[in-house]
């Protein structure tokens, strides 16, 4: 994939402001000329005089890195190609250094480490991967066998460095530690390498280094300028994310992206004892290295903590000794375990994070007037690296003891909870079974497949149920907790991990004292949620298993009849909806079907795809080659049909039951202040999940932007509501005519009743003082789809005893009253007192406006679909969906997509009461005709961070099938 996409990721590359070679050296100017030409970096009069290494004696046959970059190494920026030109030259000219590549970027950078150790170690390299290997399995590994690879094994170290691509000191500070570790020739570095097995990871990401760098060096003047602010540090989409903007950070858990695949692949053939992650943070700020604030995941090992603390101790005199600013446990917890550091520390390494203040490669001036160079920056990164590597060979034999207990305790039978398996029940979704296996073989977690049918003992479910006994058929996957990856597997795969009371305590206390929140990120990440699969909890089962080697093949088959009036594909796999985009690519006549139905032997869904032979003509040979196309790159089979009538009751294939789809045409808003992560995602699931193609409009020219050439306009989150508002009466004007608008999170929110007006959907807070007719809509909807006819009602006008009860619509899913009233908050702030006759009222206003400051960050929820919506097929009636934030929607009509009552809401993540009050009975997705077109709100971000497959199949039903079945063009 990555290989196909290089001849036309450059042209992107370099609309976003890519740099594809360094720059020339050039003696400093002292003003303009017409000879002149710009230095890039520090000033020579703010040059940082302070070696990284006082008194270090370097070997003067290995080539410093000042001989490849032309001048002071680390007083301006270095490109990937020069990092790369580094440490090829030092693998060449040193027997400590190997170079080696272990991937590719997106845009077709070179992924590299170098190991770096003594000459000895280098000569039995293979071994001792082997011994920390088997102490990383020590099943059968008995105690005098593990001591004796302690004793004769050098623990490894990963240090990786700018996995954000604009956080730029680490890469340098990585040049700069593979030279020392290289080229000095003091004993005390000979016998810290023949103790330590370093390998540096230089660049984690270098399409987002060379994107930022291109942007900076395009910025740059002959006057320096020491703001901390300003586009001559880059602009938008930065630099942070890699080719597709994907915070590679956040990619761990998942690994959407090539860049983390190949890091898996790696890191896991090493088994490291310690694992660096070297950032960058705000430009007032100083230097941040663990241990982690609380909270901390509970899968995380017992002495997490506490190693944490012993390399912060050393790292702290190294700075002490310079008079360098730090700090530690101020923030990045440990709760999200999707992070470099987290996602090592699961593996049993110690995870270590620095957070340097950034410069963006020129001088920072800060508000006490002191000024901080690049330079000093890398030194700072430097530093620390140094004294964690000093600080793991001291302490190799204790280091590699406490990675050993770990182990043993994730494999042992009395350690609570491995007692436990995760089972995965077979399903309408093969890609999304095809893709959990991927994720969790990818990461070294042991996968088994059920020899036979069995029955699964205290059960727990993925939408929150609780079940004595579950059966399961054969071939399910089971996954036990008991293995040497189980602390992954608990934390990716169970459903709702808690914070405990300290940590809640401290965060509700933030929110009621100062308006802000400690948490990070979202606190809901559960892959099976995400993937919104049949997933249950139980009792490690006693069946036959088998290991699964790998992911099952991909289909992708064109399955063949004499004499063909019709292909058909079931649209309960998401491949449907690309085999759709690429068959509408094709040129061929495709539709969809709004009912099940049987053909060609077998069974299809609603919303599986139809192609009629009488509406493709043509060679056959030739519709067949269009079609095995689709086919094998959409990865699903297609099934020939020798005819159209049903062997049921079912729709006949030439019927009203399938409705004629068009082409999308598709164009999505990019740029600022469009969020350049989340325009990443969809970009990312339009080009690659479903293989579209599609044009990126300039967000501040939309009013400019000629609509009609695009049926199809996706607007991703960002604060979009002034460039909408200028382009007001062009949008509506385009809907009216056929367009179908795609709105998510705050531009949802943007085009509602109050503010631009396009929608009749509301926000929450514009009408909390007519809310009710809302919730009597969702209370009616839920009742809806659960008919139940009373005959004697009907026909004598005398209900039964048996529905008598439920004529007060209570038997509507336990909906709230038509009040809006929650259930009192289970958490109260010292100046909420007890309700009494003396408490001062409260408008619903005021009281919304209150309600709002516990807004979520990332809970996953419960929700239910319209069953027949043509925006839900291929979803189930009930699906899990990730919300954050305070945009709560509602709509009296066309909800397709309704989050649940407040009783049954939360499935996953810090929902706090005030928050479930909000958004329960509320829509998250909406479609709306406006004219011949239509409107698809989404009140929070569907297919985030390219895993979150459940809403992402929203999202693709939107985009390639809106445009024939939610609109039509006159």
């Given at each position: 994939?990555?290989?196909?996409?290089?001849?036309?990721?450059?042209?992107?590359?370099?609309?976003?402001?890519?740099?594809?070679?360094?720059?020339?050296?050039?003696?400093?100017?002292?003003?303009?000329?017409?000879?002149?030409?710009?230095?890039?970096?520090?000033?020579?009069?703010?040059?940082?005089?302070?070696?990284?290494?006082?008194?270090?004696?370097?070997?003067?046959?290995?080539?410093?890195?000042?001989?490849?970059?032309?001048?002071?190494?680390?007083?301006?920026?270095?490109?990937?190609?020069?990092?790369?030109?580094?440490?090829?030259?030092?693998?060449?000219?040193?027997?400590?250094?190997?170079?080696?590549?272990?991937?590719?970027?997106?845009?077709?950078?070179?992924?590299?480490?170098?190991?770096?150790?003594?000459?000895?170690?280098?000569?039995?390299?293979?071994?001792?991967?082997?011994?920390?290997?088997?102490?990383?399995?020590?099943?059968?590994?008995?105690?005098?066998?593990?001591?004796?690879?302690?004793?004769?094994?050098?623990?490894?170290?990963?240090?990786?460095?700018?996995?954000?691509?604009?956080?730029?000191?680490?890469?340098?500070?990585?040049?700069?530690?593979?030279?020392?570790?290289?080229?000095?020739?003091?004993?005390?570095?000979?016998?810290?390498?023949?103790?330590?097995?370093?390998?540096?990871?230089?660049?984690?990401?270098?399409?987002?280094?060379q994107r930022i760098i291109g942007m900076v060096e395009q910025a740059a003047g002959y006057t320096p300028n020491f703001?901390?602010?300003?586009?001559?540090?880059?602009?938008?989409?930065?630099?942070?994310?890699?080719?597709?903007?994907?915070?590679?950070?956040?990619?761990?858990?998942?690994?959407?992206?090539?860049?983390?695949?190949?890091?898996?692949?790696?890191?896991?053939?090493?088994?490291?004892?310690?694992?660096?992650?070297?950032?960058?943070?705000?430009?007032?700020?100083?230097?941040?290295?663990?241990?982690?604030?609380?909270?901390?995941?509970?899968?995380?090992?017992?002495?997490?903590?506490?190693?944490?603390?012993?390399?912060?101790?050393?790292?702290?005199?190294?700075?002490?000794?310079?008079?360098?600013?730090?700090?530690?446990?101020?923030?990045?917890?440990?709760?999200?375990?999707?992070?470099?550091?987290?996602?090592?520390?699961?593996?049993?390494?110690?995870?270590?994070?620095?957070?340097?203040?950034?410069?963006?490669?020129?001088?920072?001036?800060?508000?006490?007037?002191?000024?901080?160079?690049?330079?000093?920056?890398?030194?700072?990164?430097?530093?620390?690296?140094?004294?964690?590597?000093?600080?793991?060979?001291?302490?190799?034999?204790?280091?590699?003891?406490?990675?050993?207990?770990?182990?043993?305790?994730?494999?042992?039978?009395?350690?609570?909870?491995?007692?436990?398996?995760?089972?995965?029940?077979?399903?309408?979704?093969?890609?999304?079974?095809?893709?959990?296996?991927?994720?969790?073989?990818?990461?070294?977690?042991?996968?088994?497949?059920?020899?036979?049918?069995?029955?699964?003992?205290?059960?727990?479910?993925?939408?929150?149920?609780?079940?004595?006994?579950?059966?399961?058929?054969?071939?399910?996957?089971?996954?036990?907790?008991?293995?040497?990856?189980?602390?992954?597997?608990?934390?990716?795969?169970?459903?709702?991990?808690?914070?405990?009371?300290?940590?809640?305590?401290?965060?509700?206390?933030?929110?009621?004292?100062?308006?802000?929140?400690?948490?990070?990120?979202?606190?809901?990440?559960?892959?099976?949620?995400?993937?919104?699969?049949?997933?249950?909890?139980?009792?490690?089962?006693?069946?036959?298993?088998?290991?699964?080697?790998?992911?099952?093949?991909?289909?992708?088959?064109?399955?063949?009849?004499?004499?063909?009036?019709?292909?058909?594909?079931?649209?309960?796999?998401?491949?449907?909806?690309?085999?759709a985009a690429r068959a509408l690519e094709a040129d061929l006549a495709v539709r969809l079907s709004d009912a099940s139905?049987?053909?060609?032997?077998?069974?299809?869904?609603?919303?599986?795809?139809?192609?009629?032979?009488?509406?493709?003509?043509?060679?056959?040979?030739?519709?067949?080659?269009?079609?095995?196309?689709?086919?094998?790159?959409?990865?699903?089979?297609?099934?020939?049909?020798?005819?159209?009538?049903?062997?049921?009751?079912?729709?006949?294939?030439?019927?009203?039951?399938?409705?004629?789809?068009?082409?999308?045409?598709?164009?999505?808003?990019?740029?600022?202040?469009?969020?350049?992560?989340?325009?990443?995602?969809?970009?990312?699931?339009?080009?690659?999940?479903?293989?579209?193609?599609?044009?990126?409009?300039?967000?501040?020219?939309?009013?400019?932007?000629?609509?009609?050439?695009?049926?199809?306009?996706?607007?991703?989150?960002?604060?979009?509501?002034?460039?909408?508002?200028?382009?007001?009466?062009?949008?509506?004007?385009?809907?009216?005519?056929?367009?179908?608008?795609?709105?998510?999170?705050?531009?949802?929110?943007?085009?509602?009743?109050?503010?631009?007006?396009?929608?009749?959907?509301?926000?929450?807070?514009?009408?909390?003082?007519?809310?009710?007719?809302?919730?009597?809509?969702?209370?009616?909807?839920?009742?809806?789809?659960?008919?139940?006819?009373?005959?004697?009602?009907?026909?004598?006008?005398?209900?039964?005893?048996?529905?008598?009860?439920?004529?007060?619509?209570?038997?509507?899913?336990?909906?709230?009253?038509?009040?809006?009233?929650?259930?009192?908050?289970?958490?109260?702030?010292?100046?909420?007192?007890?309700?009494?006759?003396?408490?001062?009222?409260?408008?619903?206003?005021?009281?919304?406006?209150?309600?709002?400051?516990?807004?979520?960050?990332?809970?996953?929820?419960?929700?239910?679909?319209?069953?027949?919506?043509?925006?839900?097929?291929?979803?189930?009636?009930?699906?899990?969906?990730?919300?954050?934030?305070?945009?709560?929607?509602?709509?009296?009509?066309?909800?397709?997509?309704?989050?649940?009552?407040?009783?049954?809401?939360?499935?996953?993540?810090?929902?706090?009461?005030?928050?479930?009050?909000?958004?329960?009975?509320?829509?998250?997705?909406?479609?709306?005709?406006?004219?011949?077109?239509?409107?698809?709100?989404?009140?929070?971000?569907?297919?985030?961070?390219?895993?979150?497959?459940?809403?992402?199949?929203?999202?693709?039903?939107?985009?390639?099938?809106?445009?024939?079945?939610?609109?039509?063009?006159?």
């Amino acid at each position: 994939m990555e290989a196909a996409l290089l001849p036309r990721v450059v042209s992107i590359a370099t609309l976003l402001g890519c740099a594809g070679s360094p720059p020339a050296e050039a003696a400093p100017q002292e003003g303009a000329s017409s000879s002149a030409v710009l230095r890039f970096g520090d000033p020579p009069d703010h040059a940082y005089p302070e070696p990284f290494f006082a008194g270090a004696d370097y070997d003067p046959s290995i080539p410093a890195p000042e001989a490849v970059l032309g001048q002071v190494h680390g007083s301006r920026l270095t490109h990937h190609s020069e990092v790369l030109s580094c440490f090829e030259a030092l693998a060449a000219a040193s027997e400590r250094v190997t170079l080696t590549e272990y991937g590719r970027t997106h845009e077709g950078r070179r992924l590299v480490y170098a190991v770096v150790t003594a000459p000895a170690n280098h000569g039995r390299l293979e071994a001792i991967r082997s011994d920390l290997a088997r102490l990383a399995d020590p099943r059968g590994l008995s105690d005098a066998e593990a001591q004796a690879v302690i004793e004769r094994t050098p623990p490894v170290a990963w240090m990786a460095y700018s996995i954000h691509g604009d956080e730029l000191s680490g890469t340098d500070a990585a040049v700069a530690l593979g030279y020392h570790l290289a080229a000095d020739t003091s004993a005390a570095t000979a016998e810290l390498l023949s103790a330590v097995v370093v390998v540096i990871d230089p660049c984690m990401n270098p399409d987002g280094r060379q994107r930022i760098i291109g942007m900076v060096e395009q910025a740059a003047g002959y006057t320096p300028n020491f703001d901390y602010e300003g586009m001559h540090r880059g602009r938008w989409p930065h630099g942070r994310g890699n080719h597709y903007l994907f915070d590679l950070n956040r990619d761990w858990m998942a690994g959407t992206q090539p860049e983390t695949r190949g890091r898996w692949r790696a890191v896991l053939g090493f088994h490291p004892q310690l694992f660096v992650d070297a950032h960058e943070m705000g430009s007032l700020d100083t230097f941040l290295f663990y241990p982690q604030a609380e909270p901390i995941h509970p899968a995380f090992g017992p002495r997490h903590v506490e190693w944490q603390r012993a390399f912060a101790a050393d790292a702290a005199r190294a700075f002490d000794e310079h008079g360098w600013s730090y700090y530690t446990r101020e923030w990045a917890d440990g709760w999200a375990p999707f992070y470099s550091d987290s996602w090592s520390s699961l593996a049993g390494a110690v995870g270590i994070l620095y957070e340097q203040a950034a410069t963006n490669g020129t001088p920072v001036r800060r508000p006490s007037g002191e000024v901080l160079t690049y330079r000093e920056a890398v030194h700072h990164q430097v530093a620390a690296s140094m004294a964690n590597l000093e600080t793991l060979a001291e302490r190799r034999g204790d280091v590699l003891e406490s990675y050993l207990a770990d182990k043993r305790a994730s494999v042992a039978a009395d350690t609570p909870g491995n007692d436990r398996a995760f089972v995965l029940r077979p399903g309408p979704h093969p890609s999304r079974e095809r893709e959990l296996v991927r994720i969790l073989l990818g990461q070294g977690i042991e996968v088994f497949r059920a020899e036979s049918e069995f029955t699964g003992l205290d059960g727990e479910g993925a939408l929150g149920q609780a079940e004595a006994e579950v059966s399961f058929p054969a071939e399910s996957l089971v996954v036990p907790a008991r293995q040497p990856q189980g602390r992954m597997v608990r934390a990716y795969l169970e459903f709702d991990t808690r914070m405990g009371a300290a940590a809640l305590l401290s965060e509700r206390e933030e929110l009621e004292r100062k308006g802000a929140s400690k948490i990070y990120d979202v606190t809901s990440w559960s892959v099976p949620h995400a993937l919104g699969l049949d997933g249950w909890w139980c009792a490690a089962p006693e069946v036959g298993l088998t290991l699964v080697a790998g992911p099952p093949p991909a289909p992708g088959q064109l399955v063949e009849c004499d004499a063909p009036v019709a292909w058909v594909v079931d649209g309960a796999d998401d491949g449907a909806v690309a085999f759709a985009a690429r068959a509408l690519e094709a040129d061929l006549a495709v539709r969809l079907s709004d009912a099940s139905f049987r053909a060609s032997g077998r069974s299809f869904a609603r919303g599986s795809v139809l192609l009629r032979r009488a509406e493709n003509p043509g060679d056959l040979d030739g519709v067949r080659e269009r079609i095995a196309g689709a086919a094998g790159a959409s990865q699903i089979d297609v099934f020939e049909a020798s005819t159209g009538r049903s062997p049921d009751d079912g729709p006949d294939l030439g019927g009203g039951h399938f409705g004629l789809l068009t082409r999308p045409r598709i164009a999505v808003l990019a740029n600022a202040p469009v969020r350049a992560d989340r325009y990443g995602h969809l970009w990312h699931h339009l080009d690659v999940v479903l293989g579209v193609p599609f044009t990126v409009l300039d967000a501040a020219a939309l009013s400019r932007a000629d609509l009609r050439r695009y049926n199809v306009l996706v607007l991703p989150p960002g604060g979009l509501a002034g460039v909408l508002g200028a382009a007001e009466d062009e949008l509506a004007d385009w809907v009216r005519s056929g367009g179908t608008l795609i709105a998510c999170a705050q531009s949802a929110a943007a085009l509602t009743r109050e503010r631009l007006g396009l929608s009749s959907v509301v926000r929450r807070r514009d009408v909390i003082e007519d809310l009710d007719p809302y919730l009597l809509a969702a209370r009616r909807e839920r009742a809806a789809r659960a008919v139940e006819i009373d005959e004697r009602l009907v026909w004598e006008g005398v209900a039964s005893e048996a529905s008598a009860g439920s004529l007060d619509g209570d038997s509507a899913g336990g909906a709230r009253d038509a009040t809006g009233a929650g259930g009192g908050a289970v958490v109260r702030g010292a100046g909420e007192a007890e309700a009494s006759a003396e408490t001062p009222s409260e408008s619903a206003v005021d009281r919304d406006e209150w309600l709002r400051g516990f807004s979520p960050f990332g809970v996953t929820l419960l929700a239910h679909a319209d069953p027949d919506a043509w925006i839900t097929v291929g979803c189930a009636s009930s699906l899990p969906v990730l919300f954050s934030g305070s945009t709560v929607l509602h709509a009296r009509r066309g909800v397709a997509v309704r989050l649940a009552p407040a009783e049954s809401l939360r499935l996953s993540g810090l929902l706090w009461p005030e928050a479930r009050e909000r958004t329960a009975d509320s829509a998250y997705l909406v479609t709306e005709p406006l004219g011949h077109g239509q409107l698809i709100l989404f009140a929070s971000m569907p297919a985030f961070r390219g895993h979150h497959a459940a809403t992402g199949r929203l999202f693709s039903n939107a985009v390639v099938y809106g445009p024939g079945l939610g609109a039509d063009t006159p």
